[in-house]
């Protein structure tokens, strides 16, 4: 069965510095999300793509935050000066079709720890 | 988006079935149900959907009234890998804009041996 991936499963990085998640879709899907989870907390969206753009953001999604589909297969997240509130699981979602409510595919998270 | 109201827990035996109720009381005409499941440390799950009446998959069914202001996910003879965190998910199937799911916070079940 297809499934979303992401790399790393744990980063840990100082307050400042910049990370980059990486994701890589289900090949034949057109639609990709990042959500977030600070531990113990709701499931967070912060950012839909699709056609090599952003569609939507949450107010989360500040300008320290930026999305990118470098190669046709993965789909980045890039925190550009952490912070410790940065702190959560990150959560990468595809989905084929164009039916906002239909089935989105999550996969297995980064968990990043800012020191 | 419909506000959608679930226990915070629940929790069973090895072998029950398991009812979970989400109230979703200003559902639209053009909104539909959806439901995930969460392990700890994994990402959500979708597990079912529906509009009306009834809907069952090889994992779980979804009940879902007339007025629609409520459904009821139900798993059949839970066992103990069934423990995680359930959510109701209510919102419409548009062609447009690529909208997001909203979570809640979900139920968590807990299947006791």
């Known amino acids: 069965e297809p499934e979303v991936t992401q790399t790393p499963s744990h980063q840990v990085t100082q307050m400042g510095q910049e990370v980059i998640l990486r994701c890589v879709p289900i090949?034949?899907?057109?639609?990709f999300y990042w959500y977030r989870q600070i531990l113990g907390q709701k499931v967070e969206f912060l950012v839909s793509?699709?056609?090599?753009?952003?569609?939507?953001k949450s107010e989360i999604f500040d300008d320290q935050f930026s999305v990118e589909r470098p190669d046709g297969s993965n789909f980045t997240l890039k925190i550009r000066s952490t912070k410790l509130e940065d702190s959560a699981m990150y959560f990468c979602?595809?989905?084929?079709?164009?039916?906002?409510?239909?089935?989105?595919?999550f996969g297995p998270g980064t968990r990043l720890t800012v020191l | 988006l419909a506000k959608t109201t679930q226990p915070i827990s629940m929790d069973s035996y090895e072998g029950q079935e398991v009812n979970i109720t989400c109230s979703h009381n200003?559902?639209?005409?053009?909104?539909?149900i959806t439901w995930y499941q969460q392990f700890p440390s994994q990402g959500p799950r979708f597990i079912i959907q529906?509009?009306?009446t009834k809907v069952t998959n090889e994992v779980a069914s979804l009940f879902i009234p007339a007025d629609r202001k409520s459904s009821t996910l139900s798993l059949p003879r839970v066992s103990l890998s069934d423990t995680a965190v359930y959510y109701c998910?209510?919102?419409?199937?548009?062609?447009?804009?690529?909208?997001?799911?909203?979570f809640g916070s979900g139920t968590q079940l807990t299947v006791l041996p």
């Open positions: 090949s034949n899907h057109l639609y």
């Open positions: 793509f699709y056609n090599n753009e952003i569609s939507e």
């Open positions: 200003n559902i639209a005409t053009n909104d539909y």
């Open positions: 529906g509009y009306k």
């Open positions: 998910l209510v919102g419409p199937i548009s062609s447009g804009s690529a909208r997001q799911l909203t």
């Open positions: 979602a595809s989905r084929a079709s164009r039916e906002v409510y239909n089935e989105q595919f």
